[in-house]
């Protein structure tokens, strides 16, 4: 019975020239999460609001007739021999659900203006449709953008909460506290709604700059990735494989993932990074020990050379303090120290747990379990330090003063794009 979405959207921050960019991308957002979706969809901003209008299908096109039944009549704005065709509810509200910057999606039922009578039964079969149970009270909020219709918003709500006591003697109007706020707003069209579906929160992909994720199969960095997203920023990400240590599947697990997070940030451009060489140089050359805190070194110079390359303003881990012996407060100086970007841990004071909770939210969690290897767990020490000192790790970085920096250059050189979730 739904024929368009108004798109609620915090405005805090948002004035000025900002509100323009902040709804364009929005805008931009929901056509690309729509994509998915198989009905045919207007998206516009109509005097400060976002409104999702689904279309007619084309006259003549039969295909959809039977949804048409389904329709309830033709005062509910569709044009006669039209049909919805495709639309799906429910698929719709979710892909609206993974676009950053909606909070609020309200189901609206539009109505060509016919005279207030017509609009009295649009409005009061809305009502029997929408709310199994009327024994509640409302309040009716009308708005005018068009100044040329007849009744001004006072008289419009009064008067319509007349005609819905008439035909529904069993609800009660309460201006202060209404279980059932009825919003009709007056435009070209009219538009009614009362309810509203929570959205994401946060801020269109796009407002915010880009930043490069360290993405690893692992429970974290997606959902590190996925928080960052959620700020408005783009992400690009990097993977660091070393075949035949790390296996294809591996590889597909991590492309999987940055496919899970396109869902809501948009297309990915993945960077995968053959790692082999690196690894086996600083195994080769190294105390074993500290390995991992050398790689992870390494690890973060690569990716801050692709970020300065690709325009990202940042890096992006999902590192935690204290979760493992490369994660304590002293690994993580030492990783900090080789990067001169700034470098966002959005999971830094979050618990195991927590973080398995937010990927089994966003739907990342299944993937990450999958259990191949990933590079880090083939070369781990049986004892990492958890306490490096820095000087000392730098020292022994000495030893890689032959190769490392021609290793460098050639994994930068050899590596792989794969841009996942374009449509
Ligand atoms: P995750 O669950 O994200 O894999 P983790 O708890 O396994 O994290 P580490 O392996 O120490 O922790 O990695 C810390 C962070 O370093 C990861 O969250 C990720 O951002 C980055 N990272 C680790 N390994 C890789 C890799 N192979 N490719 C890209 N980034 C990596
Ligand atoms: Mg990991």
Redesign the pocket.
Known sequence: MFTAFLIKYAEIGIKGKNRYLFEDALIHQIKYALKKCGGRYEVHKSQGRIFVDILEEAPGDTASGEACGEIPGESLGKAPGGAYGEFDFDETVAALKTVFGISGICPVVYTEDEGFEKLCETVIRYLGDVYPDLEQTFKVKARRARKDYPKDSMTLASDLGEAILEAYPQMRVDVHEPQILLNIEVREKIYIYSMTIPGPGGMPVGTNGKAML????????PV?GYMIAKRGVKIDA????APPYTSERAKQKVVDLAAALAGFAGPVYLHVINFTDIQLYIYEKCPHEELTIIM?RY?MRIAEAIAGQTQCQGLV???SIG??A??TMSSLAATNEVCRMPVYRPLIGFDKQEIVEAAQRIGTFET?ILPYE???TIFVAKHPVTRPNVGIIRRHEQNLAEKIDALVEAALAGRELIVVGRQ
């Open positions: 360290l993405l690893s199969g692992g429970i974290d960095s590190a990097v993977y660091f494989h992870r690890m881990t999902g590192e979760q493992v490369s994660q990450s990933d590079c880090c």
